[in-house]
Every structure is written in C-alpha cells, then in structure tokens.
C-alpha cells in the first residue's frame, strides 16, 4: 500500500508521479533528509535552520526570476497571467520571511548582509538554466522538487511516529508546508507537470526530464545539508544517527 505522500501528488501514471519513482532514492534523500527528520522531531539545531532562513530568503529572490522566466516560456495567457501572480506572491512572501527570520533572531541587515552559499547558487542558477536552455515544461520539472517537494516534506513529518507534537520549536515550519493552502498549490504544480507532459512531449523527452528531476532533487538535498553543516561540527554523529 501507497504511503498518502506517494500517492497525493500527480495522477497515477502521469509525468509528475514518473518522473519522482525514476529517481526514487534520491527523492528519499531529499524529502526524508536528516533536516527534515531534525525538524519532525525537534532536534534540529538552531545553527542550522537560521543558516536554512537565510539562505532560504536567497533563495526565494531567485526563485521569482525563475517565475519571470516561466511567464516569457508560458505556453498561453492564461499561463502567463498565473505566473505573474506567482511573482506577485513571492516577492510578497519575502517580505513575511523577513519577519520570520526576526522572530528567529535574525535581523535583517544579516539575512539580506549574508552572501549565496554555494549550494543556492547551484540550485538557482541550475534551475534558470533549464528554462533558458529549455522550454517551459523543462523548467516546470526543474521546479517541481521545491514547490512539491515541500508539500510531501510536511506530509512525511505529520506521519513521523517520530515527530515531536508538544514544544516542537519547529512546529510554525511546519504548519506553513502542511496548510491546505500550500497543499493544494504543490497538488496544482504536480497536475500542470502531468498536463505539460501531455501537451509538450513529456514521454518522447522523458530521459532528460527525469535527469533534471532528479539533479534538481540532489540540489535540494544539498540545500538542507548546507545547514546542518553550520552546526554539525558541535553535534558530531547527528548525521549518523538520522540516515534516511
């Protein structure tokens, strides 16, 4: 039997859900990465999710470029129309991560002070350059391991027997990426890369789309690591003890 996070996102036979079992163990490495894991169950030290809100916030500037792009690569004004909103709605969202990052500590002279880690300049720019390079169905997947991978991150941690439910200080991060508002968003994502398979080749393209899903999902992996690594070094063995 299907776990809910397998079998929430995508159709049955659809691109999106083919493209995530054709990288399996790299998608488990990412959505199950000992971050994530820290977060469910609370251990998750403070070092490394302020280095995560930061370069997060980094991120995310990036990350509505990349939306640009896909309005320039849309395949009809409606698209065009909805990519714009998505601009709108992260450029917005910056500024709540900003907030975020204050109730953390983190003023913002630091966060926008702190240069790109090597592994957002990695994920960002390898994202843009599938689009460039691509058309819009190629950035969609390029995409795709962030806005509904996020989703399926929540979903995991809410089934962890494991999770921490009382004091978990990561619980506000949580919420965010379990809300029925973002689930239905990464639901959205995972149907319009099924509905772009369909319309732009997706089955005669299908070995280079799973290849930029799954490099996609290796950035990813490392996105999460570059903030454990800002503490691991005071808490040695905590990559150990959480292997996916």
């Known amino acids: 039997m299907m776990a809910r996070w397998e079998t929430e996102f995508g159709a049955e036979g659809g691109l999106y859900r083919r493209l995530r079992a054709a990288c399996a163990e790299d998608w488990r490495a990412y959505t199950w990465h000992p971050f994530v894991q820290g977060l469910s169950e609370g251990t998750l030290p403070l070092a490394a999710f302020r280095r995560y809100l930061i370069q997060d916030y980094l991120f995310l500037i990036h990350f509505a470029r990349a939306k640009a792009l896909a309005v320039f690569k ?44 090597s592994e957002t300049v990695a994920y960002t720019r390898y994202v843009i350059d599938r689009g460039l390079a691509g058309d819009i169905l190629d950035l ?16 995991r941690i809410l089934a962890d027997p494991r999770r921490r439910l009382a004091e978990n200080p990561y619980e506000t991060w949580i919420a965010t990426y379990a809300d029925p508002g973002y689930q239905a968003m990464a639901r959205a994502a995972a149907a319009r890369i099924d509905a772009l398979g369909l319309s732009h080749g997706g089955e005669a393209r299908f070995a280079s789309l799973s290849a930029t899903f799954a490099e996609a999902a290796r950035l990813e992996a490392r996105f999460w690591q570059q903030g454990l690594d800002a503490a691991l070094g005071r808490m040695p063995g905590y990559e150990r003890a959480h292997r996916p």
């Open 74 to 117: 849309a395949e009809s004004i409606e698209a065009m129309r909805e990519k714009t909103a998505a601009i709108g709605a992260i450029l917005s969202e910056t500024l709540m991560h900003l907030r975020y990052c204050a109730e953390w500590g983190i003023p913002e002279a630091e966060v926008r002070g702190t240069p790109e880690a």
């Open 140 to 155: 969609e997947v390029a995409l795709a391991p962030c806005t509904v991978g996020y989703g399926e991150v929540a979903l």
